[in-house]
């Protein structure tokens, strides 16, 4: 055999040890199929609980993203709502470049594109817009001069603010005096003496930030393209003369909205979050009213399939009434006279109506055993 044969026993080896495997293999799964169909047997009701509370969370997750998706939804119309109701005030901070080349030094900030002014400064790029004419505007110049001995020799001088249309005509001018905080010598003395280290060290200068509020400016029906800031000297200085020194110049323009508009910005955050909520319970009541199925998907209760099952089962059903008691009394009118006697031609006319009168009584059982 193993002349003529020399690989049989590998083969019959393998085919014994692979059918040996496969009868493991049943005789495992099969034990082990039997252990897990008698524990679940007896940790059945366990199962339905559990079985339960998995359908339940299934269920809550579900309508969790429904609720969730009402809510993004009512966030929109609400965002949607309070860009048509909600007006932002105007609120910009610029840097002023005094021109001091001029007898009376000017520094141009654009609000809109001005080409016709030839300010000198690009008017392409505006800071901002006031919106309606009757927007009142408060306009706020921030000073920082250098306590110099020219400046406190100074004394008095003006700053003034223009709104410029684009064709460069004057909408609105406020103007507002202004001076250096007066210092007498022993003052300062002694307040240099306190403030030598930090003097010496740089981290402060010797200087006042003048802050100039100038109310009363209104928009005017056409619109604001630039504002002028200009430095005025007092009536007693000739032509380029009575100028202060600066270090820093910037202004702040602020808009007052009217009172309707000025109450709903001061409570957006609110009335977007009651817009939201409502919005989002009428979505809720509609969706509940129009698609309940859809949102509070209900399932089907075993009691009631059961109780069906049992409704139609054959043990159930209405028994049958005979067809005598049901049938109408013309059908026994023949019978209530069994003395009455027929002629011979008239036999099989009256047998066949006797067959469809009951034919027409037992229909007529059917249909009220089915009633």
Known sequence: MFVTDPFG?????????????????????????SWVNHWLKEHKSKWKVLLGVGWGLLLCVYVCVILCGLLVMAIMVSSLVMKFLVEEPLQMRQELNFDYTQSKPVAFVPMVSCPGLGCGVDCKDGVGEIRSFRHKVQATVLMTLPESEYNRNLGMFQVRVEFLSADGSVLASKSHPCMLKFKSEPI??????????????????????????????????????????????RAEFNPGGGIPELYYASLMLESQLPFFRRIVWGWKRMIFVWITLVSFMMELLVAVICCRPVILPRPRSRDVSTREVHSSSPNNLPKRSPVT????????????????????????????????RETTANRIATIQMIE
């Open 9 to 33: 026993i590998t083969r019959r080896g393998k085919a014994f040890l692979s059918q040996r495997g496969f009868h493991l293999w049943n005789s495992t799964v099969g034990s082990l199929s």
């Open 188 to 233: 300062r003395i002694l307040l240099t003496m306190f403030k030598v280290v930090p003097l010496v060290a740089g981290y402060i200068s010797e200087s006042q930030t003048l802050r100039l509020r100038i109310r009363g400016l209104t928009g005017g029906h056409v619109p604001t393209s630039c504002l002028r800031v200009m430095i005025e000297q």
């Open 325 to 356: 008691s049901s049938a109408p009394p013309w059908l026994n009118r023949g019978r209530e006279r069994p003395g009455a006697l027929l002629l011979p031609g008239a036999v099989s006319t009256f047998c066949s109506r006797g067959r469809e």
